[in-house]
């Protein structure tokens, strides 16, 4: 995952085959949120699979509070 402070001022380090996108915080540094993976699926065992398109920007929900998400809703 890549992450930039701010959308307009970035320089891309990941190469596109690794990352094509990035994320950031809309509510700024330091405010106590963070990003968190989207759920692709669950599978009937239970099991969690979380997105990966290699794409932060479709893969990641951002500005949210940390807290454990053992179960998707």
Do not use: I
């Amino acid at each position: 995952m890549e992450v930039f402070a701010n959308p307009t001022d970035r320089t891309k380090r990941l190469p596109l085959s690794v990352d094509a996108g990035f994320v950031w915080l809309r509510e700024g540094r330091l405010q106590g949120n963070g990003a968190r993976r989207h759920v692709q699926r669950v599978r009937a065992d239970g099991t969690v699979v979380y997105m990966d398109t290699n794409n932060s920007s479709n893969d990641f929900e951002t500005d949210v509070r940390p807290k454990p998400r053992l179960r998707p809703h």
